[in-house]
Nanobody, 122 residues
Framework: QVQLVESGGGLVQAGGSLRLSCAASGHTFSSYDMGWFRQTPGTEREFVAA???????EYSDSVKGRFTISRDNNRNTVYLQMNALKPADTAVYFCAGSTGGNVKDRVNYDSWGQGTQVTVSS
C-alpha cells in the first residue's frame, strides 16, 4: 500500500491541455503499477491510463493519442498529460497503485488518491 495525492486539476477550455500529478509516499513506489481512473457523478470509475513498473503504458480507447502517462521514480510521482481535451473528459480523476493484475481492472488496485476535478468547457 502506498499513499497517493493528486493535483493539477482545474477548468480548461475544449482543445486545451492539463497536466495531472500524483505524489506517492512510500519506499516501494518503483515496484507498483500505476494507473489513472476517472469518474462522473452516478457512474462507475473508468480506466484511463496505466504505466507498469517497467514503464510500459496502456490507454483506454477514448483517450489514446491525446493523453500520456509517465512516471518519475526518483520523485515518487506519476503524471497524466492531457491534450486536446473534450467536454466528455470532465470528471474526477483518481490516481491508483497496483501490485499486480490487469491494470485496466480497478479491482487490482489497492491504493487510491482522493481525486482531482477536471472540468472542460465547450
Amino acid at each position: 500500500q502506498v499513499q497517493l495525492v493528486e493535483s493539477g486539476g482545474g477548468l480548461v477550455q475544449a482543445g486545451g491541455s492539463l497536466r495531472l500529478s500524483c505524489a506517492a509516499s512510500g519506499h516501494t513506489f518503483s515496484s507498483y503499477d500505476m494507473g489513472w481512473f476517472r469518474q462522473t457523478p452516478g457512474t462507475e470509475r473508468e480506466f484511463v491510463a496505466a504505466i507498469d513498473w517497467n514503464g510500459r503504458t496502456e490507454y483506454s480507447d477514448s483517450v489514446k493519442g491525446r493523453f500520456t502517462i509517465s512516471r518519475d521514480n526518483n520523485r515518487n510521482t506519476v503524471y497524466l498529460q492531457m491534450n486536446a481535451l473534450k467536454p466528455a473528459d470532465t470528471a474526477v480523476y483518481f490516481c491508483a497503485g497496483s501490485t499486480g493484475g490487469n491494470v485496466k481492472d480497478r479491482v487490482n488496485y489497492d491504493s487510491w488518491g482522493q481525486g482531482t476535478q477536471v472540468t472542460v468547457s465547450s
